[in-house]
């Protein structure tokens, strides 16, 4: 079996990695010629644990790694995994997925294989059966169900885990018509993943399943996050065994529930977006998506208030802030409510030092010259006047009343409760623990 991956961003290249070092002849393709190069060399475009392991594992057996287009002729399975970014309007960008597509059409047009095609990108409902098809109906002039499948294949990674979840997602979702091509593709992901649950169901539900998954996970987080904003003014309430208990009915569930400055990433804050706009574009004011997102938004006050409530104005001040990326175990920053939060201290004038284990790259290529970039949490704290933890990195945990000595003055914002188990010779505040 051939099978082709067209885009190598995390959800593409996480599965082309896994697939490949299962002995698979794969090929990956992506339009980036540099990014394709390093890749070929066993780099990985961004960090991702695992990734690099599997990728050497692949290189070594059949992955091909490609520009060229052509080389998905022949393939018996095509995965679409191509970004679909964000629009000024909150709705899609879906340029990435018609070019893509278009080319598909292109080459199907004299394939003599009649592959399944699987559309892994995230778009909002009616987008394959308006957009896609048609397109690649007319590109190769064959028919969608006859000469060739067509799939909804949402894809629930998580970045910092996306080779544990590729491997092992908790669901497939295949949406489109009940053809023989449907039953191949239910063929082959039951022996790719044994055991775990198939979804079959249409295009429009397959696509909507997608937004209803991220918007009912952003809506959790922004819930535990205003719960914890009133935790915060009750002296010794604390959100985590609030949310650990609530966690256990099983109607509510433990995950997803941990407060902090609000989601990000550059899938949470998109989808919702997309969702919204989608939502008024059919007729339905979406109330409680719009406050989810409103939540979420306000969520960056409640620190920039802690800090002035304490340094008054904060012109000149000098302030550290641990972790950069928009979650622990990634150097991505897109969408990172620590970026953010920099973008706004930045504004009020604040001498800022930052620190983060993975993303100081991506983080200068931002900010450049514009804030101080340290080498390990003791010089980040050289001086500071508050230290903000806005990542749960696991090396934040070691931060003792040594580590904090060199601060000029010992003022601790902890937005994840890294070290709400400690107790420091400091002035601490933890978003969602009233102080007492
Ligand atoms: C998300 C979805 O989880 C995944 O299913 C989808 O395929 C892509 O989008 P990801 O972007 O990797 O995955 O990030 P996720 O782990 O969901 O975290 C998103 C944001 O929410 C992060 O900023 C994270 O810090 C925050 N978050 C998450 C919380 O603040 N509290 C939580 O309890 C969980």
């Not at 780099?43 to 644990?49: D, G, N, R, T």
């Not at 199907?108 to 048609?134: A, R, Y």
């Not at 790259?361 to 704290?381: G, M, P, Q, V």
Request: charged share 25%.
């Amino acid at each position: 079996m051939k099978i082709g991956v067209i885009g190598l961003g995390f959800v593409g290249l996480s599965l082309t990695s896994v697939l490949a070092s299962k002995g698979k002849d794969i090929v990956g393709i992506d339009v980036d010629d540099e990014k394709c190069a390093n890749i070929k060399k066993g780099i990985s475009p961004f960090f991702e644990p695992e990734l690099k392991k599997l990728l050497k594992i692949g290189l070594g057996k059949k992955l091909k790694i490609s520009t060229d287009f052509s080389l998905i002729k022949n393939s018996d399975i095509i995965f679409v995994t191509v970004g679909t970014p964000q629009r000024s309007n909150g709705s899609i960008e879906i340029s990435m997925i018609k070019s893509a597509v278009k080319d598909i059409g292109k080459i199907l047009k004299n394939d003599k294989k009649n592959p399944i095609i699987l559309i892994k990108s995230t778009v909002t409902p009616g987008t394959m059966q308006e957009i896609i098809l048609p397109i690649i109906e007319k590109e190769s002039r064959k028919k969608a169900g006859k000469d060739f499948g067509l799939i909804s294949n949402p894809e629930f990674l998580q970045e910092s885990t996306a080779i544990r979840d590729t491997k092992f997602p908790h669901v497939v979702v295949l949406g489109g018509y009940q053809t023989r091509y449907m039953k191949k593709a239910e063929k082959f992901f039951s022996e790719i993943h044994p055991n775990i649950p198939i979804v079959i169901t249409n295009h429009q539900t397959a696509e909507m399943i997608k937004y209803a998954n991220n918007s009912f996970l952003a809506t959790k987080i922004s819930f535990i996050n205003q719960l914890s904003n009133i935790c915060q003014k009750i002296p010794g309430a604390n959100i985590d065994d609030v949310a650990k208990t609530i966690g256990l009915d099983p109607r509510i569930g433990k995950l997803f529930l941990n407060a902090g400055p609000g989601y990000g990433g550059s899938c949470l804050p998109k989808d919702m977006k997309a969702l919204i706009n989608f939502a008024n574009r059919v007729g339905i004011n979406p109330t409680l998506l719009n406050a989810v997102e409103h939540t979420n938004n306000k969520q960056i006050q409640n620190i920039i208030h802690l800090i002035e409530k304490t340094l008054g104005s904060l012109k000149n001040k000098h302030i550290t802030i641990l972790g950069t990326a928009f979650k622990p175990d990634t150097d991505d920053i897109r969408d990172s409510i620590s970026i953010e939060l920099i973008k706004k201290l930045l504004a009020k004038k604040v001498t800022l030092t930052v620190y983060d284990p993975k993303a100081m790259k991506n983080t200068k290529s931002i900010f450049k010259e514009k804030i101080r970039y340290a080498d390990s949490i003791s010089h980040s704290l050289k001086n500071s006047q508050c230290m903000i933890i806005m990542v749960h990195w696991k090396q934040f945990e070691k931060i003792n009343d040594n580590s904090i000595n060199i601060m000029k003055r010992k003022f601790i914002i902890d937005c994840r409760r890294v070290l709400s188990g400690k107790k420091l010779n400091s002035n601490y505040y933890a978003i969602g623990i009233g102080k007492a």
